[in-house]
């Protein structure tokens, strides 16, 4: 038996020796496009959900992508330190220690529902219109379980003794000490997941802000707010407004302005500690707000670490039915394979991100991501 070596992709639906590729051609769809037409169309679609997906100027700024299974990084201080060098004495061996975490991988599918009847007969608004609705899908799903697993304090098993960590929570079953910074030392029980009244809005953000900036996580930093509770943080005193190239006079009161891109902030609050640039999203369930430091598109210190397997890659794949007459995209599926979980950057592991629900008493829950 012979094997071929490589990836499985989109170039597998090309015409096999042994078809006619005229004879497919009897199989266009209502509108005379053909088989290779619409194969070509969907690799394209598949290509602009992962564009979409890494360039996305929201989501974009949270995530990182690797194919690494688990993570590892530094646990406390150690036995660190100096000592003063004298010339007959050796100094005391010190070494670190280290902890860590998994990332899960879990696949998600959608097919296409096509059969053949269908695709002799659609129009191409039809398939279009299939396709359209395949990429809301796939980002939508995507865009969900990135939220959700950076408000989620949720610790989840990966094996028998492996765990899928969120940020730093205070856990017993996976005991991290962040390591000192700047002279100040942590201990396991330091959580970045807080419950704070809803009258100390702006004490608890800065809060957050200080939370970040003590483990050496500098700004400016970037917040998620709830879509419903957008005007309740633009009327706090230390919001500032996008510049939208208006000019202000405002006699003798100083108006600060920022040259924000709009599609990505509608606003910033300007901290004790630091400028928060703020996006909203109508997922984030009232009363909570995130906040974190963006390194750039894809930089591994950036809070979410996104899984992909290295046998399909970070990209939706388009597979063909696994029953059909003729054509290959009959009940066609769009597999996608990634696990979302927390970056485990050197120095600021677990570190960068803050969660805070606002309300009178209790704990910090997870919030509902729609």
């Not at 997906?53 to 992508?65: A, T």
């Not at 406390?76 to 280290?98: F, I, L, Q, V």
Request: avoid cysteine; aromatic fraction near 10%.
């Amino acid at each position: 038996m012979s094997h071929v070596l490589g990836v499985s992709d989109m170039k597998r639906f090309a015409v096999p020796s042994g078809w006619d590729a005229g004879e497919l051609v009897k199989y266009e769809l209502a509108d005379g496009t053909t088989y290779d037409d619409l194969v070509a169309d969907i690799a394209v679609m598949l290509q602009e959900v992962q564009a979409d997906i890494e360039s996305n100027p929201q989501y974009g700024s949270l995530v990182s992508f690797t194919t690494e299974q688990a993570l590892e990084y530094q646990n406390g201080t150690g036995t660190t330190g100096m000592e003063e060098r004298t010339e007959n004495r050796s100094a005391d061996p010190r070494k670190s220690k280290t902890i860590g975490h998994m990332l899960p991988l879990q696949s998600f599918d959608r097919q296409m529902t096509w059969t053949w009847d269908f695709l002799r007969k659609a129009r191409r608004a039809q398939i279009d219109s299939d396709l359209i609705s395949a990429k809301y899908d796939v980002e939508d799903e995507w865009q969900r379980r990135v939220l959700k697993r950076f408000f989620s304090s949720a610790e989840n098993q990966q094996g028998s003794s492996g765990y899928d960590m969120p940020l730093a929570n205070a856990s017993s079953t996976v005991a991290y000490t962040p390591p000192a910074y700047n002279g100040k030392t942590f201990a396991s029980s330091h959580t970045h997941f807080a419950r704070v009244a809803a009258a100390s809005r702006a004490t608890g953000l800065e809060a957050g802000i200080l939370s970040l900036r003590e483990h050496g996580i500098m700004g400016p930093y970037v917040g998620i707010l709830p879509q419903a509770y957008t005007a309740t943080w633009a009327a706090l005193s230390n919001w500032v407004k996008p510049d939208r190239a208006i000019n202000h006079f405002n006699g003798a009161t100083d108006l600060m302005t920022l040259g924000m891109s709009e599609e990505m902030f509608v606003g910033a609050y300007n901290s004790q500690y630091g400028l928060i640039y703020m996006w909203e999203t109508p997922r984030l369930s009232a009363d909570y707000i995130g906040v974190y430091k963006t390194f750039g598109t894809n930089d591994p210190r950036n809070p979410v670490a996104i899984r992909y397997s290295e046998d399909l890659g970070a990209q939706p794949i388009l597979m063909a039915g696994e029953t059909r007459r003729q054509f290959p995209l009959e009940n066609a599926t769009i597999i996608h394979e990634y696990g979302v979980g927390i970056s485990g950057a050197e120095r600021m592991a677990r570190l960068n991100g803050y969660a805070i629900k606002f309300d009178s008493s209790g704990d910090y829950t997870d919030p509902t991501i729609s």
